[in-house]
């Protein structure tokens, strides 16, 4: 079985930066793209960016310019950098892996951006 654990949440004045940081444990073969999502209350889950294998990315319009994610292939891990956060920011933060040509998540990670 395979795991996701995410770490580097937590509460942050607007303007702060957070790093979070995902690392995918287990019977791991291959991990494909990786990404982050978040949900904030009452709102669907949205993708914030993602990142192939060979380290393409791809960033959410309302984070481009704020976040770099970026990944370590020999420590199955994948980071989100993120700077000049806004309140609206503040949300539950989840990474994904394709890996070994299936889904995971990770369990959550709770970003909070105070004004």
């Known amino acids: 079985q395979v795991q996701l654990v995410e770490s580097g949440g937590g509460l942050v004045q607007a303007g702060g930066s957070l790093r979070l940081s995902c690392a995918a444990s287990?019977?791991?073969?291959?991990?494909?793209?990786m990404a982050w999502y978040r949900q904030a209350p009452g709102k669907q889950r949205d993708v914030v960016a993602e990142i192939t294998r060979d380290g393409s990315t791809n960033y959410a319009d309302s984070v481009k310019g704020r976040v770099t994610i970026s990944r370590d292939n020999a420590k199955n891990t994948v980071y989100l950098q993120m700077n000049s956060l806004r309140p609206e920011d503040t949300a539950v933060y989840y990474c994904?892996?394709?890996?070994?040509?299936?889904?995971?998540w990770g369990q959550g990670t709770q970003v909070t951006v105070s004004s």
């Open positions: 287990g019977r791991i073969f291959s991990i494909n793209s």
């Open positions: 994904y892996a394709y890996v070994n040509f299936r889904q995971y």
